[in-house]
């Protein structure tokens, strides 16, 4: 059964003085794992309010292996655009697409932006445009 409140259901647990601080690292983590991230204002209360401070970078430290501590549009803007399959003849039992196929087509197509893919944008200076080589 799906939480509808998640943050109704964290706090009293986080809240207990029962429970060790490694439990509530360990719920705060699981609570951005559900969330995809939560803001800084809502991190930084829950770090303050659980009495933590000491131990908050091991928190957030996940964002070194890429984990969306803190969520924000910048984090929205790294996904790989996708393309429209519509028109495309598909098979019955294979209608989805994984995003691998459209940075491959994109690649062999010289269409990945040289921000997200700055070793793989730029093209050779023999390229004659007739695919992938």
């Given at each position: 059964?799906?939480?509808?409140?998640?943050?109704?259901?964290?706090?009293?647990?986080?809240?207990?003085?029962?429970?060790?601080?490694?439990?509530?690292?360990?719920?705060?983590?699981?609570?951005?794992?559900?969330?995809?991230?939560?803001?800084?204002?809502?991190?930084?209360?829950?770090?303050?309010n659980?009495?933590?401070?000491?131990?908050?970078?091991?928190?957030r430290?996940?964002?070194?292996?890429?984990?969306?501590?803190?969520?924000?549009?910048a984090?929205?803007?790294?996904?790989?655009?996708?393309?429209?399959?519509?028109?495309?003849?598909?098979?019955?039992?294979?209608?989805?697409?994984?995003?691998?196929?459209?940075?491959?087509?994109?690649?062999?197509?010289?269409?990945?932006?040289?921000?997200?893919?700055?070793?793989?944008?730029?093209?050779?200076?023999?390229?004659?445009?007739?695919?992938?080589?």
């Amino acid at each position: 059964q799906k939480v509808k409140d998640s943050m109704r259901v964290l706090l009293p647990v986080l809240l207990n003085k029962s429970h060790a601080s490694y439990d509530k690292i360990r719920a705060i983590l699981l609570y951005i794992f559900s969330t995809n991230g939560t803001t800084q204002e809502n991190l930084d209360k829950l770090i303050q309010n659980v009495q933590i401070e000491s131990d908050s970078d091991m928190i957030r430290n996940w964002k070194y292996l890429d984990v969306p501590v803190i969520s924000s549009s910048a984090a929205q803007q790294y996904k790989h655009p996708r393309r429209d399959r519509s028109s495309e003849e598909i098979f019955q039992l294979s209608r989805w697409t994984p995003v691998i196929k459209d940075v491959m087509e994109d690649a062999i197509e010289n269409k990945l932006d040289s921000k997200d893919w700055p070793y793989c944008s730029q093209c050779p200076p023999t390229w004659n445009g007739s695919g992938a080589v």
